[in-house]
């Protein structure tokens, strides 16, 4: 009887370190609603996307996502590939080498987590916004953060859009890659155009860097 008692008590504490284990990033409890910002390295796109906005310290943010508990597991809220999508942390995680910053929003905002959250989920399977053009019924990963936060707030900005650039840092020229980007597409470059990135919410004083 007492060793069974013993087993039970030790199966109870594994489970319950694994629980927490499996909402942890960086030694951090995640909670939900939280912003995972990410440096993807995904090559030319992503380092043209970086030199042009700033994140916050010394970071070079190219992703972001939003952190979604399920019962025992973490998931992140994402809009990535040809859609937005819901992945297990294990497989967000393991894209990058780079470490993960954990934005969360500041208490007094943390209201507005519940319906953002929803707003997010209600969206998984919306195509992937690959002309990063604000509005048009698709998702890139800001932009369904920015929408997200937005519509928890009576629909009023969250965050903030900026003109976009796609042009090289004090120079009038568009960086080749994006020149090759929309032509493959047919569309003009959006320059100017209203739009949100990674960097940009991570400098927002309404969230607080975790690590």
């Not at 992140?76 to 929003?105: S, W, Y």
């Not at 932009?143 to 969250?158: S, V």
């Not at 959006?190 to 004083?205: L, T, Y």
Request: glycine share 6%; charged share 20%; net charge positive.
């Amino acid at each position: 009887m007492f060793r069974n008692t013993i087993i039970i008590i030790l199966l109870l504490i594994s489970f319950h370190n694994y629980h927490l284990s499996a909402q942890t990033l960086n030694g951090i409890k995640l909670q939900n609603g939280d912003l995972l910002f990410v440096d993807l390295d995904c090559g030319p796109l992503c380092d043209a996307i970086e030199e042009v906005t700033i994140s916050h310290g010394s970071n070079h943010f190219s992703h972001i996502g939003l952190v979604y508990l399920k019962v025992d597991t973490a998931f992140v809220i994402e809009a990535i590939g040809n859609r937005v999508q819901l992945t297990p942390m294990a497989i967000f995680a393991d894209r990058t080498e780079h470490k993960i910053c954990i934005g969360r929003l500041k208490p007094s905002k943390q209201y507005l987590i519940t319906q953002a959250v929803k707003f997010a989920t209600d969206k998984l399977g919306t195509k992937y916004d690959e002309a990063f053009l604000y509005d048009n019924d698709k998702y890139y990963c800001s932009e369904l953060i920015y929408d997200a936060f937005k519509a928890a707030n009576n629909k009023k900005p969250f965050f903030k859009l900026e003109p976009m650039t796609f042009k090289k840092p004090g120079s009038n020229e568009f960086y080749p890659v994006w020149i090759e980007y929309y032509q493959k597409l047919n569309i003009n470059i959006p320059e100017g155009k209203p739009g949100i990135n990674p960097g940009g919410i991570s400098r927002s004083k309404k969230i607080v860097l975790l690590n």
